[in-house]
């Protein structure tokens, strides 16, 4: 029953402060005692950039992290099954921001009219949790976790929704891989796509095809005011531009395979997630820095950028891993949300 896997995650779940010795110490396998400004190949860099600070175990197959400045929060999406299923298995916890162990439930499926199958990712629009659901988009209201609305992606073919953004003008973009996670693994159907969503919810699709090379991690730039996204290609990943009416993007930079997830530093430098790179890089300004190194799958990734620290999914760890940015590394004032 999802209600007692509900109480099973949240027994299990470290509780971990922030600050504490989460960690190896100085000099250790995870963390330089020296932020030293590295450029070149992410392999230049032998121990991570980044602190880690926290870790929080005990989490099935987590997929988004994000920060929620309002509320000092985090939440993260998680499903039990293949994250193409359509099983009802879904959940949402939040993790206090001045304490990361400190977690509950903050929506589950089968429980207060809350329908959730293998949610990915997570973006916040006023009082709304806006989470992917294979092919709809969920919304929730940020302080009570009640159901509050379903945008249905299935007139347009939706294949596996991933991650999702809200602009400044209220447009929300939303990613999809064209892939299907099942128990035999991962395969690619097609169907790579980018939705945009306007003020109404009105869904249209900006840009379609192989071209978008599985289409992941999305987010808005206030520096260049454009999209960026990155595509989950297996050997070779872009970071690229989109914009309505482009026939083709306009690919900024290029990875090993598998980015997952974006975010901008504001700067003009971006924070990604490489499964082939096992690390948190920070792309643009003509440097690729791998700022956290080991990780497993990384996925797509929040910034609590009050502390400097990003939030990281290791889904198939079953945890999130916490660190501090180091200086250099922190952008500048891009968005808090």
Same mark, same amino acid.
């Given at each position: 029953?999802?209600?007692?896997?509900?109480?099973?995650?949240?027994?299990?779940?470290?509780? $971990?402060?922030?600050?504490?010795?989460?960690?190896?110490?100085?000099?250790?396998?995870?963390?330089?005692?020296?932020?030293?400004? $590295? %450029?070149?190949?992410?392999?230049?860099?032998?121990?991570?950039?980044?602190?880690?600070?926290?870790?929080?175990?005990?989490?099935?197959?987590?997929?988004?992290?994000?920060?929620? &400045? %309002?509320?000092?929060?985090?939440?993260?999406?998680?499903?039990?099954?293949?994250?193409?299923?359509?099983?009802?298995?879904?959940?949402?916890?939040?993790?206090?921001?001045?304490?990361?162990? +400190?977690?509950?439930?903050?929506?589950?499926?089968?429980?207060?009219?809350?329908?959730?199958?293998?949610?990915?990712?997570?973006?916040?629009?006023?009082?709304?949790?806006?989470?992917?659901?294979?092919?709809?988009?969920?919304?929730?209201?940020?302080? +009570?976790?009640?159901? $509050?609305?379903?945008?249905?992606?299935?007139?347009?073919?939706?294949?596996?929704?991933?991650?999702?953004?809200?602009?400044?003008?209220?447009?929300?973009?939303?990613? @999809? %891989?064209?892939?299907?996670?099942?128990?035999?693994?991962?395969?690619?159907?097609?169907?790579?796509?980018?939705?945009?969503?306007?003020?109404?919810?009105?869904?249209?699709?900006?840009?379609?095809?192989?071209?978008?090379? /599985?289409?992941?991690? =999305? $987010?808005?730039?206030?520096?260049?005011?454009?999209?960026? *996204?990155?595509?989950?290609?297996?050997?070779?990943?872009?970071?690229?531009? =989109? &914009?309505?009416?482009?026939?083709?993007?306009?690919?900024?930079?290029?990875?090993?395979? /598998?980015?997952?997830?974006?975010?901008?530093?504001?700067?003009?430098?971006?924070?990604?997630?490489?499964?082939?790179?096992?690390?948190?890089? =920070?792309?643009?300004?003509?440097?690729?820095?791998? *700022? *956290?190194?080991?990780?497993?799958?990384?996925?797509?990734?929040?910034?609590?950028?009050?502390?400097?620290?990003?939030?990281?999914?290791?889904?198939?760890?079953?945890?999130? &891993?916490?660190? !501090?940015?180091?200086?250099?590394?922190?952008?500048? @004032?891009? !968005?808090?949300?």
């Amino acid at each position: 029953m999802p209600h007692r896997t509900a109480r099973r995650v949240l027994a299990l779940l470290a509780i $971990v402060a922030l600050g504490s010795a989460a960690c190896r110490g100085p000099g250790g396998e995870y963390e330089s005692s020296r932020y030293a400004k $590295v %450029t070149g190949d992410p392999e230049d860099t032998i121990r991570s950039l980044a602190r880690k600070v926290a870790t929080v175990e005990g989490i099935y197959d987590p997929e988004s992290a994000r920060y929620d &400045s %309002t509320q000092d929060a985090w939440f993260v999406s998680a499903m039990l099954g293949p994250g193409s299923a359509h099983d009802g298995k879904g959940y949402i916890l939040r993790l206090e921001g001045n304490s990361v162990g +400190t977690a509950r439930i903050f929506a589950q499926s089968g429980h207060g009219g809350v329908q959730l199958d293998a949610p990915k990712g997570i973006a916040f629009q006023g009082d709304t949790l806006w989470t992917t659901d294979i092919d709809v988009v969920r919304g929730f209201d940020l302080r +009570t976790g009640a159901p $509050v609305g379903t945008i249905d992606f299935r007139p347009f073919g939706a294949v596996l929704l991933n991650d999702l953004a809200v602009g400044p003008d209220g447009t929300i973009y939303v990613t @999809d %891989t064209g892939i299907e996670m099942t128990e035999i693994g991962v395969l690619h159907p097609g169907g790579d796509k980018i939705f945009a969503v306007a003020p109404g919810r009105k869904v249209s699709v900006l840009s379609a095809g192989d071209q978008l090379k /599985r289409p992941n991690g =999305v $987010v808005w730039d206030p520096a260049s005011k454009q999209w960026f *996204v990155v595509g989950f290609e297996p050997f070779d990943s872009p970071l690229y531009t =989109v &914009s309505r009416g482009d026939t083709a993007p306009r690919v900024v930079a290029h990875g090993k395979g /598998r980015f997952d997830g974006l975010q901008s530093l504001g700067d003009g430098r971006f924070l990604v997630t490489g499964w082939s790179d096992s690390a948190l890089m =920070v792309i643009g300004k003509d440097e690729k820095v791998r *700022v *956290v190194r080991d990780l497993t799958a990384p996925a797509a990734f929040g910034i609590d950028r009050g502390r400097h620290l990003v939030g990281i999914p290791e889904g198939t760890m079953g945890r999130v &891993s916490f660190w !501090e940015l180091p200086k250099g590394y922190r952008g500048g @004032d891009a !968005e808090r949300r």
